[in-house]
């Protein structure tokens, strides 16, 4: 089975600060994908970031990377640079490789205050 | 477009009623997933289509929901007999492939409320 949580129901920062989303997952398949979306209030999800299990390296997408940690099944979303725009929720997602069902966390409301 | 389109965008419907929600993917794309994603939660996934074909319709909740995707683009999701409890926003997402590391495209989704 698979699990993905997200233990931040709301979070604040401050603009142009940075901040830390948290996500772990638990699964039992070797290899799987992981990705983060961001859904407004418009309700569309927006892809982030994504990174695989095989991954050496950390993914970065411009203002947006991914800590991961294999061992403690971790895929934490750094924000650098808070900007008014990114307050939204943010959804942590896996996928087993060789499946096609994303499997989303329950989401993290972040507020950036001016 | 350039992206996944849904509609319509809000539906009410009273309990009983069918409902069809239909979705455009991005052209092109092979992969076609629909997700139900109730208030204040994630989505969950309902079922996937690879180009014309249904391979996985596992989260489907109850054989009132059905969906179809004739010609390999256009889908629609149909819900019989509506009940309070699938009022949720029914998410479309498609992706170029059918491998699992596709990035899913989403759509806006369509706003089901059965009253």
């Known amino acids: 089975a698979q699990k993905i949580t997200q233990t931040q129901p709301g979070m604040f920062v401050q603009e142009k600060e940075a901040v830390t989303l948290d996500c772990t997952y638990d699964?039992?398949?070797?290899?799987?994908?992981l990705f983060w979306y961001k859904q407004p209030s418009s309700g569309e999800m927006i892809f982030l970031i994504y990174?695989?299990?095989?991954?050496?390296q950390n993914a970065t997408e411009g203002r947006y990377s991914l800590n991961f940690q294999k061992a403690r099944k971790s895929a934490n979303l750094v924000i650098s640079a808070s900007q008014l725009g990114d307050s939204a929720m943010y959804f942590c997602?896996?996928?087993?490789?060789?499946?096609?069902?994303?499997?989303f966390g329950s989401g993290t409301k972040l507020n950036v205050k001016p | 477009g350039a992206g996944v389109s849904q509609s319509p965008r809000y539906k009410v419907a009273k309990r009983g009623q069918d409902v069809a929600l239909r979705c455009d993917p991005i052209?092109?794309?092979?992969?076609l997933f629909w997700y139900q994603q109730a208030l204040g939660q994630g989505p969950e996934f309902l079922t996937y289509?690879?180009?014309?074909?249904?391979?996985?319709k596992s989260g489907l909740p109850s054989d009132r929901f059905f969906a179809e995707r004739p010609e390999g683009s256009v889908s629609t999701l149909k819900i019989q007999r509506t009940q309070q409890e699938d009022s949720a926003v029914y998410l479309c997402?498609?992706?170029?492939?059918?491998?699992?590391?596709?990035?899913?495209?989403f759509g806006p989704g369509t706003r089901l409320t059965v009253l």
């Open positions: 997602a896996m996928i087993p490789y060789g499946f096609n069902k994303f499997y």
């Open positions: 997402a498609s992706s170029l492939y059918e491998s699992s590391s596709d990035t899913q495209y």
């Open positions: 289509f690879q180009n014309e074909a249904q391979l996985d």
């Open positions: 052209s092109g794309h092979v992969s």
């Open positions: 990174q695989g299990s095989y991954d050496q």
């Open positions: 699964t039992s398949d070797p290899s799987y994908g």
